[in-house]
């Protein structure tokens, strides 16, 4: 006879999500997973695996659901620089008010963390790295195509220049970097790569 699952992996893994999300991996133990969604640790090996399996589906659902929407929005997104002015200013306001402030990104806790050692964590930072550089290249081809870039202006360039600094200010939230500094921060870059600040 199967065994019966009596309860949601979907709800639990998003709670995991949470934990490593908040604590880190380091600081996370099987203990604390358990705790945390109230199952047993049978329950949980038996549907995820142990710990690093545990902690790769986490972390693979934090990207397809928080990181890769923001990517397509911004790729997609015909206005150019308004859109990566847009992206910053909702990325600083994620990550320094509300629920999740000074949690920082999952992503780029696990680029600071000793789990990126694990040959199948760095495939999902280089994935989530390649689909943020990407997003910011579309959007400045875009602001490229509608004039809005300086005068030899680089958009591959400035594509590496902008993701570099969107791990930045996610890292520097988790820090207690206020918003205000942030931002002032992005504009700054925006202006050393001699792109004009969009109204």
């Known amino acids: 006879m199967p065994d019966i699952k009596h309860f949601d992996p979907d709800a639990t893994l998003e ?20 705790t945390a969604t109230g199952l047993n640790r049978s329950s949980l090996y038996a549907t995820f695996g ?8 986490a972390l ?8 890769e929407p923001m990517f397509r929005r911004l790729a997609e997104d015909e206005r150019g620089l308004p859109a990566i002015s847009e992206f910053f200013g909702s990325l600083i306001e994620a990550r320094c008010s509300g629920e999740y402030a000074r949690w920082g990104c ?40 509608e004039g809005q870039l300086a005068p030899g202006a680089d958009p591959g360039a400035s594509a590496d220049l902008l993701a ?15 918003a205000a500094t942030l931002g002032k921060t992005v504009t700054a870059a ?10």
Do not use: C
């Not at 925006?190 to 109204?199: F, W």
């Open 15 to 34: 709670t995991v999500v949470r934990l490593f999300w908040r604590q880190g991996v380091a600081s996370t133990g099987i203990q604390d997973v358990v």
């Open 50 to 57: 142990g710990k690093q399996e545990l902690y790769l589906a």
């Open 60 to 67: 693979r659902r934090y990207m397809e659901q928080r990181s």
């Open 106 to 145: 999952m992503v780029s806790n696990a680029h600071a963390g000793a789990e990126n050692s694990d040959p199948e964590v760095r495939a999902v930072l280089d994935q989530h790295h390649r689909g943020l550089r990407e997003a910011m290249y579309a959007a400045l081809v875009t602001a490229d195509h």
């Open 164 to 178: 570099l600094l969107a791990y930045g200010v996610n890292l520097r939230s988790r820090a207690g970097a206020d």
């Open 190 to 199: 925006l202006d050393s790569m001699g792109v004009r600040a969009a109204a």
